[in-house]
């Protein structure tokens, strides 16, 4: 079945640097764009960055533009996203997700704190 692990998650001071990683199984991971979202306590789900099937485009939140960059790699069936200049407001869990396939990993939590 269609499966989306993330890791990569963690607490890291405001500055830092953190990547993530989510691995898709079940599906023929190259032919489909993936997304990356957060949400914080509270808040409603966010959408971060996007990349389409071959990683030639990708879109980002206005949020993160310019410290985030997701990525994939599609022979490992992968799509990573980097997280540059970290602030307390990217603490939330990050999900990894297939839109066509209405696919969601589990989450992996992102704490930015001194």
């Known amino acids: 079945q269609v499966q989306l692990v993330e890791s990569g998650g963690g607490l890291v001071q405001p500055g830092g640097s953190l990547r993530l990683s989510c691995a898709a199984s079940?599906?023929?991971?190259?032919?489909?764009?993936m997304r990356w979202y957060r949400q914080a306590p509270g808040k409603e789900r966010e959408l971060v960055a996007h990349?389409?099937?071959?990683?030639?485009?990708?879109n980002y939140a206005d949020s993160v533009k310019g410290r985030f960059t997701i990525s994939r790699d599609n022979a490992k069936n992968t799509v990573y996203l980097q997280m540059n200049s970290l602030q307390s407001e990217d603490t939330a869990m990050y999900y990894c997700?297939?839109?066509?396939?209405?696919?969601w990993g589990q989450g992996t939590q992102v704490t930015v704190s001194s």
């Open positions: 997700n297939c839109v066509t396939l209405r696919a």
């Open positions: 079940g599906f023929t991971f190259s032919n489909y764009a």
């Open positions: 990349i389409i099937s071959t990683g030639s485009i990708t």
